[in-house]
């Protein structure tokens, strides 16, 4: 069964951090890179960061470059985005993807989603 269940979100203030985690299924983390997306309230889904396959190759939009971090764990079959330093503007709902066919850089390459996890940065 295709599965991404997020967890991790909740409120902290400015300055603060958070660990988001992606609990999939093994069928999708033995076969699927995998990705960070945030959609917040009136804006358009946007890329975070992602993780190839074998976790050699990551990817961070430029917003969030030296302050989050993606990583995988095989043997938890699960996907962590580290986030320090967080400011409020990245008060988002939290979506894990995964791609088949490429580190998604782009919503549009994800071939499942997750139903989101919300982060509330405080000022």
């Known amino acids: 069964q295709v599965q991404l269940v997020e967890s991790g979100g909740g409120l902290v203030q400015a300055g603060g951090s958070l660990r988001l985690s992606c609990a999939a299924s093994r069928l999708i983390f033995n076969r699927y890179h995998m990705g960070w997306f945030r959609q917040a309230p009136g804006k358009d889904r946007e890329f975070v960061a992602s993780i190839s396959l074998s976790g050699d190759t990551t990817y961070y939009a430029d917003s969030v470059k030296g302050r989050f971090t993606i990583s995988r764990d095989n043997a938890k079959i699960t996907v962590y985005l580290q986030m320090n330093s967080l400011k409020p503007e990245d008060t988002a709902v939290y979506y894990c993807?995964?791609?088949?066919?490429?580190?998604?850089?782009?919503?549009?390459?994800?071939?499942?989603w997750g139903q989101g996890t919300q982060v509330t940065v405080s000022s």
């Open positions: 993807g995964a791609a088949g066919s490429t580190v998604p850089r782009s919503g549009q390459v994800l071939d499942y």
